[in-house]
């Protein structure tokens, strides 16, 4: 098998931090001579659009992304290259694969070995430290590239490989067991309407917490058994212990891109929950209870992404179609203004782009 390969392509480029999204069309390709050991080239078929590339674009994290910049890191696409001399490659010419945020891993570290990929130290970002999905074609890692169950559609793949994965993984260590609360502010989000439905898979009983009349209706959809605006409700505590019986919910997965979100989670949780932190708002800190975590047993947990199990784990689940994207699709022009509608709130599930032309 071999395919004809362009020298050069489209692409969304940010030159630096904060700077306006160009789209090239004479940005170059690499070529199967030019791949390291161990790195392949991936043409895309797909990219879904999350907020942590736009945190990237933005640049308003503590910790900066390397520019110029293509973003990106839930693609969807064929293996079209791999570079010479890879050795034991678990992956071949015409595969269909998933690029997720955590690009490559040394394997061998302590973090490595015992399943935390996400924190090796020479861990490579798609999208943030290397160049992402936001291109026809993206250079990916032999190691780290994740096989697309046959028959699941990309365009419906493609935010499974980092909405999915993160609220999968975030769930399944929320020691949580069937017919327990979970509260899910972000619900209404790219990861939270991921989130709510990953838990329903658990038989958990979902709070969903997010704004307005379309992300209500997508959540109560998907499964939600409660719904709590955040702009609207008095007293979210108050309203989560009613909801719980008095007690409280057993977790909280907190994918909110905003500290508000995590501020009352000490308080609405019963004794012995747990609180998984997911989302990322770039400086806010945590201001909670010292006392009632430890009166009350409470477990807090940050929540990273997941490795390559969890990626495989959280495609079969949905390849099954136990768990659905919602999703619009776009094409590739589209993206400042799919940021734009992050930012405003205004986008109800995910946005997935076209990359096929
Ligand atoms: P999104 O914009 O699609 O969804 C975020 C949702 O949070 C929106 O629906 C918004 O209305 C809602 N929200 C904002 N403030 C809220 C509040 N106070 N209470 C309840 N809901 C609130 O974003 P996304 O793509 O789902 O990403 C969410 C966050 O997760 C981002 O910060 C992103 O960087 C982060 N993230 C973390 C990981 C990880 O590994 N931990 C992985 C991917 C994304
Ligand atoms: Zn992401």
Same mark, same amino acid.
């Given at each position: 098998m071999s395919f004809t390969i362009p020298r050069t392509q489209k692409a969304a480029v940010v030159s630096t931090a904060g700077a306006k999204i160009e789209i090239k069309t004479d940005h170059p390709v690499k070529t199967q001579a030019e791949l390291a050991p161990g790195e392949c080239l991936v043409k895309l078929e797909c990219t879904g659009v999350c907020h942590?590339?736009? &945190?990237?674009?933005?640049?308003?994290?503590?910790?900066?992304?390397?520019?110029?910049? #293509?973003?990106? &890191?839930?693609?969807?696409?064929i293996i079209v290259a791999i570079g010479n001399n890879t050795s034991h490659c678990p992956v071949k010419l015409g595969d269909r694969v998933g690029i997720k945020w955590l690009a490559d891993s040394c394997l061998?570290?302590?973090?490595?070995?015992?399943g935390r990929e996400q924190n090796c130290p020479e861990a490579k970002l798609s999208g943030f430290t290397v160049d992402g999905t936001f291109a026809q074609y993206v250079v990916s890692y032999v190691n780290h590239v994740t096989p697309i169950p046959e028959g699941f559609d990309s365009n419906a793949a493609a935010s499974i490989l980092c909405a999915g994965v993160t609220t999968y993984r975030a769930i399944k260590y929320s020691n949580t067991a069937a017919g327990d609360w979970i509260v899910l502010p972000g619900a209404g989000g790219g990861l939270g309407h991921l989130a709510v439905q990953y838990a329903r898979t658990r038989g958990l009983r979902v709070i969903a917490i997010d704004t307005g009349a379309a992300k209500k209706k997508l959540c109560l959809s998907l499964g939600a058994e409660a719904w709590i605006d955040f702009k609207e409700s008095k007293d979210i505590v108050k309203e989560i212990k009613a909801h719980t019986g008095g007690e409280g919910a057993h977790a909280a997965v907190v994918t909110a891109t905003s500290g508000?979100?995590?501020?009352?989670?000490?308080?609405?949780?019963?004794?012995?929950?747990?609180l998984m932190a997911v989302g990322l708002p770039g400086t806010a800190t945590f201001d909670s209870s010292i006392f009632f975590t430890v009166f009350k047993s409470i477990n #807090?947990?940050?929540?990273?992404?997941?490795?390559?199990?969890?990626?495989?784990?959280?495609?079969? #689940?949905?390849?099954?179609?136990?768990?659905?994207?919602?999703?619009?699709?776009?094409?590739?022009?589209?993206?400042?203004?799919?940021?734009?509608g992050?930012?405003?709130?205004?986008?109800?599930?995910?946005?997935?782009?076209?990359?096929?032309?």
């Amino acid at each position: 098998m071999s395919f004809t390969i362009p020298r050069t392509q489209k692409a969304a480029v940010v030159s630096t931090a904060g700077a306006k999204i160009e789209i090239k069309t004479d940005h170059p390709v690499k070529t199967q001579a030019e791949l390291a050991p161990g790195e392949c080239l991936v043409k895309l078929e797909c990219t879904g659009v999350c907020h942590t590339d736009l &945190h990237a674009a933005l640049g308003d994290w503590p910790v900066a992304a390397n520019t110029p910049l #293509i973003g990106g &890191h839930e693609g969807v696409g064929i293996i079209v290259a791999i570079g010479n001399n890879t050795s034991h490659c678990p992956v071949k010419l015409g595969d269909r694969v998933g690029i997720k945020w955590l690009a490559d891993s040394c394997l061998n570290c302590e973090h490595c070995r015992k399943g935390r990929e996400q924190n090796c130290p020479e861990a490579k970002l798609s999208g943030f430290t290397v160049d992402g999905t936001f291109a026809q074609y993206v250079v990916s890692y032999v190691n780290h590239v994740t096989p697309i169950p046959e028959g699941f559609d990309s365009n419906a793949a493609a935010s499974i490989l980092c909405a999915g994965v993160t609220t999968y993984r975030a769930i399944k260590y929320s020691n949580t067991a069937a017919g327990d609360w979970i509260v899910l502010p972000g619900a209404g989000g790219g990861l939270g309407h991921l989130a709510v439905q990953y838990a329903r898979t658990r038989g958990l009983r979902v709070i969903a917490i997010d704004t307005g009349a379309a992300k209500k209706k997508l959540c109560l959809s998907l499964g939600a058994e409660a719904w709590i605006d955040f702009k609207e409700s008095k007293d979210i505590v108050k309203e989560i212990k009613a909801h719980t019986g008095g007690e409280g919910a057993h977790a909280a997965v907190v994918t909110a891109t905003s500290g508000a979100g995590y501020q009352q989670a000490v308080s609405y949780l019963r004794a012995g929950g747990t609180l998984m932190a997911v989302g990322l708002p770039g400086t806010a800190t945590f201001d909670s209870s010292i006392f009632f975590t430890v009166f009350k047993s409470i477990n #807090i947990h940050g929540s990273y992404v997941g490795n390559r199990q969890d990626a495989v784990e959280a495609l079969d #689940i949905a390849a099954r179609g136990d768990v659905k994207c919602h999703f619009e699709l776009k094409e590739l022009g589209d993206l400042a203004s799919t940021y734009e509608g992050m930012q405003n709130g205004t986008v109800a599930g995910r946005v997935v782009l076209n990359m096929k032309d």
